[in-house]
């Protein structure tokens, strides 16, 4: 089901549509933020280049997010792969 939510983001009012109407707040604050940083310190640029910005700040955000839980899986992967053996290893000793 589709639910609308307004929120506001640089300083101007959005309608949005979603399913979730907590990520949508959480989504559009996260944007707010980084656009309120921006603006405090790009003073002489346009609402499109800290729009830009922004976005591009929060894809770096998950690109490394999504490169961190790639690094994590394999880690526990490898950790899970050797308490199996481990595991095995007592059971043979009983």
């Known amino acids: 089901m589709s639910i609308q939510v307004k929120v506001t ?3 101007k009012e959005f309608s949005l549509r979603g ?3 907590e990520k949508l707040i959480r989504a ?3 944007v707010d933020d980084q656009i309120k940083a921006l603006q405090s310190g790009m003073l002489d640029q346009s609402t499109q280049m800290h729009a830009i910005v922004a976005a ?3 894809a ?3 690109i490394h997010a999504e ?3 790639q690094k994590d ?3 526990l992967a490898s950790e899970l792969e050797n308490m199996a053996v481990f595991l095995k290893q007592q ?3 009983q």
């Open 67 to 69: 490169e961190q839980l």
């Open 9 to 11: 983001i640089g300083g």
């Open 60 to 62: 770096e955000q998950k």
């Open 73 to 75: 899986s394999v880690l």
């Open 91 to 93: 059971l043979k000793g």
């Open 28 to 30: 559009a604050k996260e």
């Open 56 to 58: 591009l700040n929060l």
């Open 19 to 21: 399913d979730d109407e």
